[in-house]
T-cell receptor, first 114, second 111 residues
Framework: DAGVTQSPTHLIKTRGQQVTLRCSPKSGHDTVSWYQQALGQGPQFIFQYYEEEERQRGNFPDRFSGHQFPNYSSELNVNALLLGDSALYLC?????????????FGSGTRLTVV | TQLLEQSPQFLSIQEGENLTVYCNSSSVFSSLQWYRQEPGEGPVLLVTVVTGGEVKKLKRLTFQFGDARKDSSLHITAAQPGDTGLYLCAGEPDSSYKLIFGSGTRLLVRP
């Protein structure tokens, strides 16, 4: 049973560029959440998608946007990249109504902005 | 702003020793989840506690949720080198879909 799949695994972008990260949730899961993890820190919630709608958003600027597709997969887009956007971006999936019982995380996309 | 304070940040112990990691907050959580993260990987769920006062055991690991659902602890008995890693606690606030993570405890168990 495949877990959460994220692509690409690593990415180097130049300041000011735009980036798209992709996530396929665990089979049977229907919600997708995105987190940003800076080096030496715990992950920070960006937003969660369910039924192709943004269900909740964390304290991130509008440069961060997302999308969920009918097959439950999701994309995270970041515009006008800043050096401070360099981080590990994690995707987590769960089954709606079961979030309190834990999430399945992917291995992440390591984004470096130069 | 809801915060989870996790302590200690770093722990280096000898194989066979016991240890406890703490997660504290002034906020109430509907659940408290513990994850372990290896370098270059995403967090892996260890356990979830949802009831105040709940205690769960996973082999040598014991997890406890505070009576008021504001704090939690992870106790490891007779630590082994394979326990080395980053331990993260994460709370799910009431009426919310986000997880609030602590900053993590980096554990090193020396043979």
């Amino acid at each position: 049973d495949a877990g959460v799949t994220q692509s690409p695994t690593h990415l180097i972008k130049t300041r000011g560029q735009q980036v798209t990260l992709r996530c396929s949730p665990k089979s049977g899961h229907d919600t997708v959440s995105w987190y940003q993890q800076a080096l030496g820190q715990g992950p920070q919630f960006i937003f969660q998608y369910y039924e192709e709608e943004e269900r909740q958003r964390g304290n991130f600027p509008d440069r961060f946007s997302g999308h969920q597709f009918p097959n439950y997969s999701s994309e995270l887009n970041v515009n006008a990249l800043l050096l401070g956007d360099s981080a590990l971006y994690l995707c987590a999936s769960s089954l709606v109504g079961q979030e309190a019982y834990g999430y399945t995380f992917g291995s992440g996309t390591r984004l470096t902005v130069v | 702003t809801q915060l989870l304070e996790q302590s200690p940040q770093f722990l280096s112990i000898q194989e066979g020793e016991n240890l406890t990691v703490y997660c504290n907050s002034s906020s109430v959580f509907s659940s408290l989840q513990w994850y372990r993260q290896e370098p270059g990987e995403g967090p892996v769920l260890l356990v979830t506690v949802v009831t105040g006062g709940e205690v769960k055991k996973l082999k040598r690991l014991t997890f406890q949720f505070g009576d008021a659902r504001k704090d939690s602890s992870l106790h490891i008995t007779a630590a082994q080198p394979g326990d080395t890693g980053l331990y993260l606690c994460a709370g799910e606030p009431d009426s919310s879909y986000k997880l609030i993570f602590g900053s993590g405890t980096r554990l090193l168990v020396r043979p």
